[in-house]
């Protein structure tokens, strides 16, 4: 079931590029398959406006009814405009193109939309118009402001550019085309390769070298300790006498007689000789004897 549910998506999917493919051109079928047709060039419009990034942007306006007056031109060398359609819901009477999906470049008939891109570069004193080759970097001079100013610029073409819009099948489209089928690239003009939207630079104010702060060095003040001057004593000065106490000395006193016990006087025992001991010894026997036996 899974493996006939995959088939069936292919196939889908094969049915669909396949019917697509011939709905979508190639590069060279693209060049070819579109036309121009002329426009009122009095009713068309190229304006540099100024973004935050410090470049420009390009906006194309096409006066197509004249129920309200969609832009209003100021000055001259540059000229400024001022965006009326911003002040009123235009659609139906102004229109307007604001990237490579509604404004392109045609030369001697060919369609250079996919080869080439426009842009805006400041250069100098005035924006430049120009298209860049997405291969090889070449740029080709479309238009300038003729000036600088603050605000929104008027772009003038250079001689042989104007506007025109695509055709497909004889049916106008809302495509601008800036075109030139009498160009040149040996005779355009040319612009300095430095020219990459250069942005003002504010001068730098010079700065005056500072001279190093020299803090002014005191002198150390020797320390001088104070010294007390010596007094060398005289030998001739009086001595002040200080009254010093009587020493008084104790009272004799009477020597303590502790009462002496007296003292038996030892008789020390008198050596016996043998014959009183023998004597002794016959008178124990002796009174021994006379005692009556029980």
């Not at 306006?61 to 009326?84: H, M, Y």
């Not at 118009?129 to 970097?137: D, E, I, K, T």
């Not at 005779?187 to 630079?201: A, D, F, L, R």
């Not at 020299?214 to 004593?233: A, F």
């Amino acid at each position: 079931m899974k493996n006939i549910i995959k088939r069936t998506i292919a196939t889908v999917a094969s049915a669909s590029i396949v019917g697509m493919s011939g709905l979508i051109p190639n590069p060279a079928q693209a060049q070819s398959m579109f036309d121009e047709t002329n426009v009122d060039q009095g009713r068309v419009v190229a304006m540099a406006i100024p973004h935050g990034f410090g470049g420009y942007k390009l906006l194309v306006l096409e006066q197509q009814k004249d129920t309200r007056k969609c832009w209003a031109e100021q000055g001259n060398s540059p000229v400024i405009i001022d965006p009326l359609l911003l002040n009123f819901n235009f659609t139906g009477i102004c229109g307007r193109a604001t990237d490579s999906n509604g404004y392109s470049i045609r030369v001697n008939g060919q369609d250079l939309a996919l080869s080439h891109s426009l842009s805006l570069q400041s250069m100098g004193d005035q924006v430049y118009l120009v298209g860049v080759s997405r291969q090889s970097g070449e740029k080709l001079v479309i238009g300038r402001t003729n000036g600088l100013a603050s605000g929104m610029l008027k772009v003038f073409l250079e001689p042989g550019w104007k506007f025109t819009k695509r055709t497909y099948q004889g049916k106008v489209l809302g495509h601008f085309y800036l075109s030139n089928n009498n160009f040149d690239y040996a005779s355009q003009p040319s612009i300095p390769k430095s020219s990459v939207s250069v942005k003002p630079t504010t001068p730098s104010i010079p700065v005056k070298p500072t001279q190093p702060t020299v803090k002014p060095v005191t002198p150390e003040q020797p320390v001088v300790k104070p010294t007390q001057p010596t007094v060398k004593p005289d030998n001739n000065a009086v001595k002040p006498t200080i009254p010093t106490r009587p020493v008084i000395k104790p009272m004799p006193t009477e020597p303590t007689v502790k009462p002496t016990t007296p003292t038996k006087p030892t008789v020390k025992p008198r050596s016996r000789s043998l014959e009183e001991l023998l004597q002794m010894l016959r008178n124990r026997q002796i009174q021994q004897s006379s005692q009556p036996r029980m």
